[in-house]
Every structure is written in structure tokens, then in C-alpha cells.
């Protein structure tokens, strides 16, 4: 059971650049989230769906976009990366509405140069 | 409003001490306080969490403690190791459309031996 996988773990973008971001949960988890961490910033939500077919924006959505065609997968992307958007992004799933654990991914490290 | 304070910002204690990580929020309809723990390279995985019409919850080794009316509470971790050596977040729920957690900026805590 891998629970909530992240892929990929590393990448180096240039300014302008395009990628998609990749999270998928085997545990049949209704609601997903992207955050992004940065030091001393904690965790911020960027988006978030609470089902296959929708998504919702969270604190900082500005550069990014999201889709949610199947339950397990939700990608994050970014159309034209800017060095502010370094950071390291964590995918988290959870199977309820209310007082439920967020189940999180290593996370995947971007920098943009 | 929506921002939860954490401190310290990180802490070192001695095998066996008891280090003790505070956070403090403003609004009120938060309903929901867990907390983290993040081993490098690694994603946050939930420690522990404790509802607002409780004052302390105990698992193990670890103990929140809730002041609702201050709007604070804090983790406390008994007998600490060196394997406890990791970041720690707090964090406060609110359900809006989701489970919105806001973080706390995170807590670096080192057990030396």
C-alpha cells in the first residue's frame, strides 16, 4: 500500500518553463490538496478537490493550475515558472470532511533558476 | 485571522528533557488542532490532534494541552530521544467546503544524546 505518491522528487526548471506536478493516492480518498512549503512559512494550500471532476482554490493559487480527471490522481501545474515558485510541494489526501488526518507525500522538490 | 503562531522556531534539548512547542491562533472557528512531524525528506505525518472541548490529550509519549480561552495550545513530549529529533507543525482546521488546515511555521527540534 503506497498510500500517497508524488512524482517527480527533483526538478530544475528555467524561468518561463512549464511542468506538471503528478500526486496519486491508492487509498480511494474523496478530498486532495497541494501545498506548498517554504522555510519558515509552514505549509500553504494552493488548491484543493473534494471529488474527481472538481477543484477549489486554496491560500496561494496565483501561477498555478490544477486538475482532478480521477479520483487517485491530482496534478498540479505550473505554466510559466517563475524563481518564486521554488519550493518544496507536498500532495495530501483525506477520506472525510471533518476532523480527518491528512495523509501527505514525500513531496517534490522544485527550483527555478 | 486565519494565521496560526508557532514558536519556537527551534529547539534543542537534552535526551530525557521535556521540550515544549507553543502555537496560538485568532479565529475562533477553527475546530480541529493536529500536529505534525516531519523527518527530512520526508512529508508531515500527523503525530497527534485534539478537539477544542478538550484540555489535554495524551498518546504515548506526546500530550497537547488546550487553552480555548487563551486560543493557545502546545505539545509537550516526555522522555524525548534522539529519534524524536525531527520538525513539528501545528496546525488549526476549519471546514470550508474541505478540511482547510492552516500550519504554524514549524518547529526544528533536536534530542541530543
Known amino acids: 500500500n503506497a498510500g500517497v505518491t508524488q512524482t517527480p522528487k527533483f526538478r530544475v526548471l528555467k524561468t518561463g518553463q512549464s511542468m506538471t506536478l503528478l500526486c496519486a493516492q491508492d487509498?480511494?480518498?474523496?478530498?486532495m490538496y497541494w501545498y506548498r512549503q517554504d522555510p519558515g512559512m509552514g505549509l500553504r494550500l494552493i488548491h484543493y478537490?473534494?471529488?474527481?471532476?472538481?477543484?477549489a482554490k486554496g491560500e496561494v493559487p496565483d501561477g498555478y493550475n490544477v486538475s482532478r480527471l480521477k479520483k487517485q490522481n491530482f496534478l498540479l501545474g505550473l505554466e510559466s515558472a517563475a524563481p518564486s515558485q521554488t519550493s518544496v510541494y507536498f500532495c495530501?489526501?483525506?477520506?472525510?470532511?471533518?476532523?480527518?488526518?491528512?495523509?501527505f507525500g514525500d513531496g517534490t522538490r522544485l527550483s527555478i533558476l | 485571522q486565519q494565521q496560526v503562531k508557532q514558536s519556537p522556531q527551534s529547539l534543542i534539548v537534552q535526551k530525557g528533557g521535556i521540550p515544549i512547542i507553543n502555537c496560538a491562533y485568532e479565529?475562533?472557528?477553527?475546530?480541529?488542532f493536529p500536529w505534525y512531524q516531519q523527518f527530512p525528506g520526508k512529508g508531515p505525518a500527523l503525530l497527534i490532534a485534539?478537539?477544542?472541548?478538550?484540555s489535554e490529550k495524551k498518546e504515548g509519549r506526546f500530550t497537547i494541552s488546550f487553552n480555548k480561552s487563551a486560543k493557545q495550545f502546545s505539545l509537550h513530549i516526555m522522555d524525548s530521544q534522539p529519534g524524536d529529533s525531527a520538525t513539528y507543525f501545528c496546525a488549526a482546521s476549519i471546514i470550508q467546503g474541505a478540511q482547510k488546515l492552516v500550519f504554524g511555521q514549524g518547529t526544528r527540534l533536536t534530542i541530543n544524546p
Open positions: 495530501a489526501s483525506t477520506k472525510g470532511r471533518y476532523n480527518q488526518p491528512q495523509h
Open positions: 485534539i478537539r477544542p472541548d478538550v
Open positions: 487509498m480511494n480518498h474523496e478530498y
Open positions: 479565529n475562533t472557528a477553527f475546530d480541529y
Open positions: 478537490s473534494v471529488g474527481e471532476g472538481t477543484t
